[in-house]
Structures are given as C-alpha cells and as structure tokens.
C-alpha cells in the first residue's frame, strides 16, 4: 500500500489541488485583517477564535470537502486511469482505501492552516494597530484542539463526498450534493425552528453536514455522541464504499 500512497502523493503534486487547498486560509487570513480594520477597541483572542470556528464548521469545511473530493475524482477520471489504477498488484478496495486517507490528510493539513491563517491575522492586525492589539492569551491549543474534534466529526460528510466524487464521473452531482448539504445544514443551524413545518431543528442535529458545527455546542452529551456518529460512522462508511467501489466495472 505504501506504492498507492506514493502514487497519490504524485498525482496531487502535479495538480491544482495544493492550490486549491491554500485558498482557504489565505480567504480566511484576508477577511479577518480586512474586518479587524474597522475595530474600535481591543479584541479578545476567543472573538477570532469563535469566528474561525464557526466559519470552517458551518461553511468552508463542507465546501471544501466537496471541492477536493471531486477534484480527487477528476484526476482519474479526465486521463481516464481507472483501468490502469485498478491493475496495480493491490486489491482494488485497497486503491480507493488509499485515496480515500490521503482526503483526510489533505483536509487534516488545510485545518492546520485555518487555526495558522486566523491567529496569523490577528498577529499581523496587532502588529498594524498595535493600540487594537488583541489581549488575553494566544489559544493555539485550544483552537488546535477544537479543529481536530471538528476534522474527526467531519468523517461521515467526507466519505459521502468521496464516494459520490469517486463513483460518478462529472463535476455537477459532487458540488450539487455538497453545497445543498451546506445549504441545508446552514438552515437548520440558524434556526431555533423550521417554525413553517412545525419541526424542531434538534431532529437534524446529526445531519452530516451538520456534525462538524456539532463540536461547537454547549449542549451536554453532544459532543460525543457527534464524535461517536461522524468519526466512528465515517471511518466505516469509508470501508463499505471502498469495497462498494471496488467491485463496479471500471472498464
């Protein structure tokens, strides 16, 4: 399997997926310098921690588990090297297994540089206007902490994502199904009550989009039963469908 990871590593290297992958730190690191120019007293570290947060659980995280799962896809299927991928001397559940590893360690690397763009931007605001500067401690570990509960409860909504990417071979059912998720998912966590149905919100709390905003609530018992459904759900999901995607005729 080490050949596989080798042959991925490769793949992406020669692809826009790095690029891709830096946009949203780089997004994130302009908003929050752009927003902290018009602060009026000094904020507190935990403001642009919450913010940061909240932003990859609700929105970018999912957008861009749609983005690079699909771009995983089309780097096989444009030179169309399914059929040679699959003749390699590993079992083909094994090839998608592979892929499937390197999308959470390229998801797991792009939280990393969330938590370094958004406490770089306040950095680099204090920096600028040091009477503005933000007070109290700098929370790398705290924030760490917090992006790999969300990283892990995002388990369940990357495999969908992978599985949808990697069986069919078009860009226009991967992002419909990701960013009607997000959408939906958007909904439901800003309303109290979807009040014109006449249903409460707390019975899509496990939605899989959903899960990674999960680890933000205060809400007891949440938090792992989120854990327990996206990081333990999705590390299964992701063996039923490399052995479903292992069987399909590639030829």
Do not use: C
Not at 28 to 34: A, D, E, G, M, T
Not at 97 to 124: E, N, T, Y
Not at 160 to 165: N, S, T, Y
């Amino acid at each position: 399997m080490f050949r596989l990871f080798l042959a991925e590593l490769f793949k992406l290297r020669r692809s826009k997926l790095w690029l891709t992958s830096l946009a949203v730190p780089v997004f994130l690191f302009s908003i929050f310098l752009i927003g902290l120019g018009n602060v009026d007293e000094r904020p507190a570290w935990t403001m642009l921690e919450t913010g940061a947060s909240y932003a990859w659980a609700y929105f970018l995280l999912p957008m861009t588990a749609t983005v690079i799962t699909a771009m995983m896809g089309q780097i096989e299927y444009r030179p169309n090297t399914w059929s040679y991928m699959l003749t390699l001397p590993q079992r083909k559940w094994q090839v998608f297994l592979v892929k499937a590893i390197v999308a959470l360690v390229v998801m797991a690397l792009i939280s990393a540089l969330v938590v370094g763009a958004s406490i770089g931007a306040g950095k680099v605001h204090g920096l600028l206007r040091p009477d503005y500067a933000f007070f109290g401690m700098v929370p790398w570990k705290h924030m760490g902490k917090e992006m790999f509960e969300i990283w892990l409860a995002s388990f369940l909504l990357i495999a969908i994502q992978f599985g949808v990417a990697m069986r069919f071979g078009g860009l226009i059912l991967p992002l419909l199904t990701g960013i009607g998720g997000v959408f939906l998912a958007i909904l439901v966590g800003t309303l109290n009550q979807l009040k014109f149905l006449g249903i409460a919100t707390e019975n899509y709390n496990f939605m899989p989009w959903l899960l990674p905003a999960n680890m933000l609530s205060s809400e007891a018992g949440l938090g792992t039963q989120t854990l327990l459904i996206g990081g333990l759900g999705g590390g299964a999901l992701f063996i039923v469908i490399a052995v479903w995607l292992s069987r399909k005729d590639w030829n």
